[in-house]
């Protein structure tokens, strides 16, 4: 299995510009889970989805970040515009839901993100 | 105040030392505990989950979890300088929101050889 896909793995952009960062998840996983990591704040998640569905997106930051699943092999996470602060990296997570305990999340290389 | 504190460390120890890595939490509810291993420009890796209260053993590594004092452990033995990495503790509660995952901020292990 090729385990989590993320592209770009790096972006650097200017303020103001749009970042669409990408995700495959693991064939067969339901839920797909999307996290911001700094030095500040650690590993936060922004939002997750089950089938295809956003379950919880209470971390979201702002309106300037929008995630979709138009599919179960795919999701993106959209920051318009882009800023300084939003520099991090952005990993993508997913696992198979359903049972009874929480499922091991599988986390994707991470897109290194530098806003200038 | 963070749902879950860790101390970032970094910790340095020599190689064989026992090592022990610990978090706090606040929220009364969470009952799956977990451990992620995280190396240098890498996604987090789960190393070790327990549920509850009590310890969980898996070769060199021993996971505690005490909840009457919202304290959870992880302990290595014979430290390896392959163990260096970061290391993030994370929990979920019951119920339908378990695989929301709460992560502690990691704490950096230098194994020096």
């Known amino acids: 299995d090729a385990g989590v896909i993320q592209s770009p793995r790096h972006e650097v952009?200017?303020?103001?510009?749009?970042v669409t960062l990408r995700c495959k998840p693991i064939s067969g996983h339901?839920?797909?889970f999307w996290y911001r990591q700094t030095m500040m704040r650690g590993l936060e998640l922004l939002i997750y989805f089950n089938n295809n569905?956003?379950?919880?997106?209470?971390?979201?930051?702002?309106?300037r970040f929008s995630a979709k699943m138009p599919n179960a092999s795919f999701s993106?996470?959209?920051?318009?515009p882009s800023e300084p602060r939003d520099s991090a990296v952005y990993f993508c997570a997913s696992t198979s839901g359903g049972g009874a305990v929480p499922g091991t999340?599988?986390?994707?290389?991470?897109t290194r993100l530098l806003v200038l | 105040q963070k749902e879950v504190e860790q101390d970032p460390g970094p910790l340095s120890v020599p190689e064989g030392a026992i090592v022990s890595l610990n978090c706090t939490y606040s929220n009364s509810a969470f009952q799956y505990f977990m451990w992620y291993r995280q190396y240098s420009r890498k996604g987090p890796e789960l190393l070790m989950y327990t549920y509850s209260s009590g310890n969980k053993e898996d070769g060199r590594f021993t996971a505690q979890v005490d909840k009457s004092?919202?304290?959870?452990?992880?302990?290595?033995r014979d430290s390896q300088p392959s163990d260096s990495a970061t290391y993030l503790c994370a929990m979920?509660?019951?119920?339908?929101?378990?695989?929301?995952?709460?992560?502690g901020s990691g704490t950096k292990l230098n194994v020096k050889p």
Do not use: A, R
Request: hydrophobic residues 30%; charged residues 20%; glycine residues 10%.
């Open chain 2, 92 to 103: 979920s509660e019951t119920g339908y929101n378990f695989n929301k995952f709460y992560f």
């Open chain 1, 53 to 63: 569905v956003p379950i919880d997106d209470s971390g979201m930051p702002e309106d």
């Open chain 1, 105 to 110: 999340q599988y986390f994707g290389p991470g």
């Open chain 1, 76 to 80: 993106t996470l959209k920051i318009q």
């Open chain 2, 69 to 76: 004092s919202k304290y959870i452990s992880l302990f290595i």
């Open chain 1, 30 to 32: 339901d839920y797909l």
């Open chain 1, 13 to 18: 952009t200017e303020m103001g510009q749009e």
